[in-house]
């Protein structure tokens, strides 16, 4: 096993493509001085002298120790892969579950898969959802053209979100696209966000679906190319409908949302110094959550049927 920390191979690395002719002798350095000897500390132990030979065995000693070459480190790759150079595969900053994202397909698009008999085996799975490499999910979005891309707050309204109501704007979109989990315990959202920036370059529309309160609208504006959030269409048009519906707004639930609600406020400051002389649908929609107290769920959504739309994020 490895005996070098990734942190002290950054330091060799460094050192030895600048090739400095001294380094301070701080801790790290005299614990790779105490493994191989190799420099030459000053009197004081200040700093550790190099040359050119030096470095050249640093090199070789290094890549003996990790398997690593310190001129070309890349830890950047999933574990798999740095297990094929290292004996330490956990020099890998890409950790298993960082390396995977939760995805489903629209019934449509399922279905448009029954005539190719080469995945028509494979249509059940689809159905459901998928655990998917980062990489193999980027390959199947170019590979199905899809234009329409929606991530999904909660794990339960990702697995079922084609129950849900959509205006018949909203519908054709959602017929048509990829869901995503944003992820959280067992799936990291690490894998979500490679997997969008991976994909920003296809132009894909990525739309938010997330609870209807500060952390939702949160969510949505820090959420990596997207520019539009799905909620109840009475937001938009009845929004005093809305929150007389019985049980449906926790305000105890907002009230815990402190950092979430200063995140928002602070949006509504900066908005504020622009001289635009009305305030958008976006900005219209944190202004009516904050002043009413708003935290309405995903589940409360499905559960009292209620028709969703989308609206634009200011950026």
């Known amino acids: 096993m490895a005996s070098l920390t990734q942190s002290q191979l950054q330091l060799l690395a460094r050192a030895a493509k600048q090739q400095l002719p001294r380094v301070a002798f701080n801790a790290n350095w005299k614990k790779l001085y105490q493994i191989w000897q190799i420099g030459e500390p000053d009197g004081a132990e200040k700093y550790l002298y190099l040359t050119a030979?030096?470095?050249?065995?640093?090199?070789?000693?290094?890549?003996?120790?990790?398997?690593?070459?310190?001129?070309?480190?890349?830890?950047?790759?999933p574990r798999q892969q740095m297990a094929q150079q290292s004996a330490n595969e956990k020099y890998a900053n890409i950790r298993p579950d960082a390396d995977h994202v939760l995805i489903k397909l629209a019934p449509n698009i399922t279905q448009s898969l029954l005539s190719q008999s080469a995945v028509a085996g494979v249509l059940h799975f689809l159905s459901g959802s998928l655990r998917l490499k980062v990489d193999a999910a980027v390959a199947l979005c170019q590979q199905l053209n899809i234009k329409q891309l929606i991530v999904v707050e909660n794990l339960d309204s990702f697995d079922n979100l084609f129950a849900y109501s959509f205006t018949p704007a909203l519908q054709p979109i959602i017929d048509n696209s990829m869901v995503l989990y944003r992820g959280s315990h067992d799936y990291s959202p690490a894998g979500r966000?490679?997997?969008?920036?991976?994909?920003?370059?296809?132009?894909?529309?990525?739309?938010?679906?997330?609870?209807?309160d500060p952390a939702g609208l949160m969510i949505a504006n820090t959420l990596e190319h997207c520019r539009s959030m799905i909620v109840p269409q009475w937001v938009l048009e009845a929004p005093d409908e809305l929150l007389a519906i019985g049980q449906i707004?926790?305000?105890?639930?907002?009230?815990?949302?402190?950092?979430?609600?200063?995140?928002?406020?602070?949006?509504?400051?900066?908005?504020?110094?622009?001289?635009?002389?009305?305030?958008?649908?976006?900005?219209?929609?944190?202004?009516?959550?904050?002043?009413?107290?708003?935290?309405?769920?995903?589940?409360?959504?499905?559960?009292n049927a209620l028709r969703l739309d989308r609206i634009g994020i200011d950026r």
């Not at 030979?53 to 790759?77: H, N, T």
């Not at 132009?203 to 997330?210: R, Y």
């Not at 105890?252 to 110094?273: E, G, I, R, V």
């Open 249 to 303: 707004n926790s305000a105890s639930d907002f009230n815990k949302q402190h950092k979430q609600l200063t995140y928002l406020n602070n949006m509504l400051l900066q908005a504020s110094c622009n001289t635009a002389p009305q305030a958008s649908q976006w900005l219209k929609l944190i202004q009516w959550i904050a002043r009413h107290h708003v935290s309405i769920k995903q589940q409360h959504m499905l559960a």
């Open 193 to 212: 966000k490679r997997f969008l920036h991976l994909i920003a370059a296809r132009e894909v529309d990525v739309i938010a679906f997330t609870d209807l």
């Open 53 to 77: 030979k030096d470095y050249a065995l640093l090199r070789e000693m290094a890549q003996i120790d990790s398997g690593l070459d310190i001129l070309s480190l890349d830890f950047d790759v």
